[in-house]
């Protein structure tokens, strides 16, 4: 069965400090990876998708990137954090193609003071 | 990008049953409707997807008419595990298959 994993789950980083997420996804090959952020109190934000090694699609500009190193491997990072990065990080995967469904992981509550 | 609208808030009671309705006025012809649920400090999980009529499985009912232009998301007798926020999607051509969750409706079952 697939898993996906993130970590780590909780995060607190002073302004201005360096920002690494990752995510790795199990027993699936060649999958859509997904990073989303959702706000205290909102909806979800696509941040960043890709369908392939190195591969990265940007939906909305921000201090943020993404790599995707291997297959199964997604990382998300900052070289400098703001206030406003504040959020719930989430990771998903999709099937090859177009992805109607998605799944998600745990996620990493990260707290930037 | 067909944009969507459902009710910020609902309440209920257990065992009843819960209809949220969602209009999406610009849906393409090769979108389909999804609908995702979500409990505080966890992802999206995914409910239930549907094209046009209905669509049933073991959690939830999908009803969409001929027009398309919204859906109903029914939820039978439902119980305070049921308690979260649920979205309302369109994902399709006009996505490039990727995700555009909204603020969601809240639905609070009450004992």
């Known amino acids: 069965s697939q898993t996906i994993h993130q970590w780590p789950a909780t995060l607190v980083q002073p302004v201005g400090s360096p920002l690494s997420l990752e995510c790795t996804v199990e027993g699936t090959s060649n999958p859509n990876l997904y990073w989303y952020r959702q706000a205290a109190g909102r909806g979800l934000q696509l941040l960043f998708y890709?369908?392939?090694?190195?591969?990265i699609s940007s939906e909305v500009p921000q201090n943020l990137s993404a790599s995707r190193p291997q297959d199964r491997q997604f990382i998300l990072s900052s070289k400098k954090l703001l206030l406003s990065d504040s959020g719930f990080y989430l990771c998903?995967?999709?099937?090859?193609?177009?992805?109607?469904?998605?799944?998600f992981g745990p996620g990493t509550r990260l707290t930037v003071t | 990008l067909a944009k969507t609208t459902q009710p910020i808030s609902m309440d209920s009671y257990e065992g009843q049953e819960v209809n949220i309705t969602c209009s999406h006025n610009n849906i393409a012809t090769n979108d389909y409707i999804t609908w995702y649920q979500q409990f505080p400090s966890q992802g999206p999980r995914f409910i239930i997807q549907?094209?046009?009529t209905k669509v049933t499985n073991e959690v939830a009912s999908l009803f969409i008419p001929a027009d398309r232009k919204s859906s109903t998301l029914s939820l039978p007798r439902v119980s305070l595990s049921d308690t979260a926020v649920y979205y309302c999607l369109v994902v399709g051509s006009s996505t490039l298959g990727r995700l555009y969750f909204g603020r969601g409706t809240q639905l609070t079952v009450w004992p």
């Open positions: 890709s369908v392939g090694i190195g591969q």
């Open positions: 998903a995967w999709g099937s090859e193609g177009v992805s109607y469904e998605q799944y």
């Open positions: 549907g094209y046009k």
